[in-house]
Structure formats: C-alpha cells, structure tokens
C-alpha cells in the first residue's frame, strides 16, 4: 500500500515538474513574441517618427529645455540610451522619450518650397525663450534658449524661418530684427509670365486642323519652350508665391509663372508639365468645364477665367468681356460662382484681356486679390515686387513665338 502511495507521490511530483517547465517555456515564448510586438511597433529604421501627443526635449544631459507638440513629424536616430532617441533635425542634438511617438514610414508631409527663396540679409533674434508656429498659428516647438535665424518669409506680424528641415514662424512681438548678411543672391527683377491657350499633337492630322489658330500651340513648341525653362534653371512659381513676391514677402531667384486661359485642349500641355515637373495655372471657364472632373495633377492650379463672362458682345467695347458692363449683380452672382467652383480662389484672368476700372472694382468686392491681362502696352510684361495686382502684364504666346523671342523675354529678369 505504501509502496503504491509512494509510487503515486512520484508520479504527482513528476507532473507538477513538467507543468512547471512547460509553463516556462509558455511565458517564454509569449514573452519573446510581445517583446517582438513591441520592437515592430517601436521600429524606428526608417529614420522618422511622429508625436501622438505633447513631448518634451531633453539636451545633453537629460534636463528637460523644451516641448513639441502633437502630431510633429521628427528625423530621428537611435541612441545608446535605451529610453531615448536623438532628433536629428534641431540645431543641436537633443532627445525625446520613446514614449508618445509613432514611427512612420518616411517624411513626405513636410513642405520644403522655401528652400528654393531667398532668405533676406536680416535675421530675427528671440529671447531666452523661443516658441515657433506652423503656418496656421498652431504652436509646435518651445524651446527655452534664444535664437538668430535668417528671416525666409516675412508676413504682416510674423516671420519665416527654417527649424528642422522646414518652415515655421515666429510672431514679430516675440523678436527683434537685426541686419545679419546671410546670402549674395539678390532678389530677382521681375518674374517672367508666359499665356498659353490650347494645344495640339502635330502628328496628328486631326487634332492639327481642329486647333488651327495663332493661339493653338504644338507639342513641339511647348516641348522647346519647357526645355529652354529647365536650360535658363528658372523656377516655376505656384500663384501665391507671385502674390508673396509683388507683397515684398519673400524673395526669388529668376522664376517664371505659366498660365493657360481658357481649359479647352489642355491634357498635352498637363501631361507634359507633369513629366517635367513644373508648376502651372490654369485659368478655368466654369461654365465651359467642370472643376471637379478636369484633368489636372499636383503640379496644375485651377482659378478664375469667370463663369459665364467670357462671351462675345456682352459689352461695346473690344470683343466685349461682360465684366466691362453688365450690372453688377449679375457679374458678382458669376464671379461668386466662379469662386466657389474653384475652392475659393482669389485669383482672376480677365476674359479677352479686357477689363476697365468697373471691373476692377467688381473683382474687389468679389474677394479677388490678383487678375492677369495680356501684355502690357509699355512692352514691359515682367511681375515685379509693388506691381499693380489687378493689371498684371503676361507675355502671350503664339504659335510663331520662338525660342529667341522667349530667350530675350528671360533675359529682361536680372
């Protein structure tokens, strides 16, 4: 009996032994692979995080000297410290805690355009304190130091400058603005406008004789002219970099502005500003073309050619663009139309390049803030810093316009 009592206490001793290995092992693995988990949501290899809440900045020595606030995208690298991770895109290097961030797969949200302007001779310098904001007044960086940064864009109460690889403001009554020498570039004179209209493939005979008229322009000649742009290294400008430029709020090197009236036949012209990856407006009928289907990519802008005033003879004069005589209820009732079909642009092209003082006056209290004639009648047809922003002269481009005209047209900006 004692025998068989002994036999089954070593037996039940056994059992326990393995239930216990067993369980080991079971945490172990479980262990391993929650350790897994949390490696592959921490997984920074791809050099970039993102803040899902306020997180503080540590210098050197681990003493907090700042915040960042949510939703900030950071370059980071790995750091000894297992708790930490270096941000490498600050001034110097300082640290932020794993926790309350994200990795994400790769810095595409971050604008940098600015770094194609050119930064002023001066530089705003803060205190010993320093808080920097995104472009719609949303705070994202304190720092508890001073700074003297060279000034990129300067708005009505508020600078630009360059803070981790990007673009933020600092209010003007949080800074001083001394004259520092930063650069030996000069603003450019004036930026080249160029008029466009439709567009045809010359190896096919149909498209050929459908756009037959002096405004109709060839694959081939769009092709060499696009190609002079990228030879003369001009940069081409989205709308409200022109706007910034004749404010006196940034500063640019030799640009040129493209703008197509109209919309008819335009898919060559978009096609191949995407290919060379060039920046274009399109000045849009609304009447004649849905905004909403038009075929556009990043790189096109749609505004205001008006909704339905772009007909002849509504007016005595010239063609007769509307927008010279009609009563003023109808032309705001299109131009609000207009608008709003265009995602509230305030940017106009004058129908047939007509336009008076009463247009003017229509498009101002329509919400405009800029409208494109044809060329001017001083010969002059270059956008310059102070420019008259409802009479803003492009060079129109016709089907014998070569590149010599083009090139001497480049040649007036300096």
Known sequence: MRKREKKHGKILLITIFLLIIIAAIVYYFVGIRTVRENETILDTSSGYVITNKKVALYDEQYKEIGSIQKDITL???DNAEKNYLVVD????????????ITPVKEN??????????????????????TDLYDEKGNLMYSLAKSYSLPIIVKETDKYGVEFGDRLVYIKEDDCTVVNNYNTKQTNTTGIATL???????ETNEEEKAACNTVICHSKQQFKEQLDLIREMNLLTLKMK?????IDGKIQLPKSVLITID??????IAVDMLTEYKMYATIFLVTSWYDPQSYYVTEYIEL?????????????????GGGIQCLKEEDIQNDLRISREKLNQ???????FYEYNDYSIKMLKEAGFTMAFVGESTRGDNLVKVGSDKFRLPRFVIVNYTTDDNLRNYFNGMK
Do not use: W
């Open 75 to 77: 370059k980071i690298k």
């Open 89 to 100: 895109n600050l001034d110097v290097k300082y640290y932020i805690k794993k926790e309350n």
């Open 108 to 129: 595409d949200k971050i604008d940098d355009r600015y770094k194609n302007y050119i930064v002023f001779n001066e530089n705003v310098v803060t205190q010993n304190k």
């Open 195 to 201: 008029n466009y209209h439709a567009f045809y493939d």
């Open 241 to 245: 970099e022109v706007e910034m430029y």
């Open 262 to 267: 109209d919309g008819g036949r335009t898919q």
């Open 303 to 319: 505004h205001s050619h008006s909704h339905n005033l772009h007909n002849v003879g509504a007016c005595p004069t010239g063609q």
């Open 345 to 351: 642009t305030t940017y106009f092209c004058y129908p």
